[in-house]
């Protein structure tokens, strides 16, 4: 029986974590905190699971929450040019009986952590050092890190070849009770914004261990109009800054927060930082080698919503990998193969985030404009936008070339009689 070591207990890991374990593999995961201490710890940048990725999980027996969280059958995108009114596009997450759920990553790091041990995988709880890793080499045909951060991190130097679409991020995020819902709308509606005199918002529908609330997100690039955190705020000044950026840059959002709290004194975070390429292969002082996955060789912008989705399908990437290289060593060849048949993804989904960093960077280009006004008359149109965002790669087949959407919005309105 292979044997696997799994450094890290994030969603990436635990995942594949999971799925190596229902193909018969030996499989150890070392994580510096136990899953009370995850339970117990700050919040995480909030994450949507998209239709696709909880189908991933429930194939591994992984959707614990869906009984209790709200389901996000629908979001409403808001454009907010300079100085203008919002243009809006609304549509489905997924089709006829299928939603989207955002679920704290503290419970849910957790319940994976303990049911992966109960179903018979190998927990240690322990700090890992390059050392440490360098001795594990020895004793595991393959090592998989998925810790970004410090002397493991570094592991994964930074690759200048590959296109990265990301900036530098500021994100200020805080969970929140009693949203206001907008006349006519379902409360469980997801709303996201993209404002040109500032930067992107998301408003959702989250299950915390106390039970549903929403979750208020606010990017913005370095210095921009939404940095404005270099004090580190308490949570009550931060939940006051946020609300006031809200009346300035969004004001439907404003509405609805307006007379919101927060969930309790852990419900808000700061964070800095900025999303890269690296290379997926490390190499140990030994001269093993150790394969990074996920956010760890592909730090996603948090402008595009898409950490888990990403998290989850380079998981099942490598899963596949894996299984099918069978008894044969795990070389540097097989690791940087395994990376780039996940790139495959990864590739259309860094243009994806281009397109969400430089949106404003001129006008809204003809064409976006005329897919925004055909989603109000064809509601497939919308479906489809919203829908983009489970699988980013569709992007490119309608709608960042002018020719390719025009082609698709005639085929849309033919579909409707002519246009």
């Avoid at 995108?77 to 989207?100: C, F, I, N, S, W």
Wanted: with cysteine; charged share 20%; glycine share 10%.
């Amino acid at each position: 029986m292979r044997k696997i070591l799994i450094v890290g207990a994030g969603h990436s890991g635990l995942h594949l974590a999971h799925g190596l374990l229902n193909h018969g593999y030996d499989v150890t995961v070392i994580t510096g905190q136990s899953s009370q201490e995850i339970r117990t710890g700050r919040p995480s940048i909030t994450q949507m699971t998209f239709p696709t990725a909880l189908d991933y999980e429930r194939e591994l027996h992984l959707d614990f929450w869906s009984g209790q969280a709200p389901r996000i059958e629908d979001f409403k995108m808001h454009l907010y040019p300079p100085g203008g009114e919002a243009a809006v596009l609304k549509g489905r997450t997924g089709a006829r009986d299928q939603y989207t759920i955002s679920i704290d990553r503290r419970i849910k790091m957790a319940d994976w952590l303990e049911y992966f041990e109960d179903a018979g995988g190998k927990v240690v709880i322990h700090g890992v050092t390059l050392s440490d890793l360098d001795y594990f080499s020895r004793m595991f045909d393959l090592i998989v890190v998925a810790v970004g951060h410090g002397e493991l991190g570094a592991l994964f130097d930074n690759d200048t070849s590959r296109f990265s679409g990301a900036r530098p991020r500021v994100v200020a995020q805080a969970n929140i009770y009693d949203v206001l819902p907008d006349a006519g709308e379902s409360p469980n509606i997801g709303w996201a914004a993209s404002a040109a005199d500032a930067g992107n918002m998301i408003l959702l529908p989250f299950l915390t261990a106390d039970g549903p609330c929403h979750s208020l997100f606010l990017g913005d690039r370095r210095g921009g109009p939404m940095d404005v955190w270099p004090d580190r705020p308490r949570p009550d000044e931060q939940w006051r800054r946020m609300q006031d950026l809200l009346r300035t840059y969004a004001p439907e959002y404003y509405e609805r927060v307006a007379g919101a709290s927060l969930v309790d004194g852990s419900s808000t975070l700061v964070e800095y930082f900025t999303p890269q390429v690296r290379n997926p292969v490390g190499v140990l002082p030994s001269g093993g080698l150790a394969l990074g996955i996920a956010d760890v060789v592909i730090t996603m912008d948090p402008f595009v919503g898409q950490g888990w989705n990403h998290s989850t399908r380079c998981a099942r990437s490598y899963l596949q990998s894996i299984v099918e290289h069978g008894d044969r060593p795990f070389d540097e060849e097989f690791l940087a193969g395994a990376f780039e048949r996940f790139w495959e993804y990864g590739l259309p989904v860094q243009s994806f985030a281009e397109l969400c960093s430089t949106m404003w960077d001129q006008e809204l280009p003809p064409h976006f404009q005329e897919i925004i006004g055909a989603a109000a008359t064809y509601p497939e149109v919308g479906d489809r936008w919203i829908q983009g965002w489970d699988y980013p790669p569709d992007f490119e087949k309608w709608l960042y070339d002018p020719e390719k959407a025009r082609a698709y919005l005639d085929e849309v309105a033919a579909a409707h009689g002519g246009r």
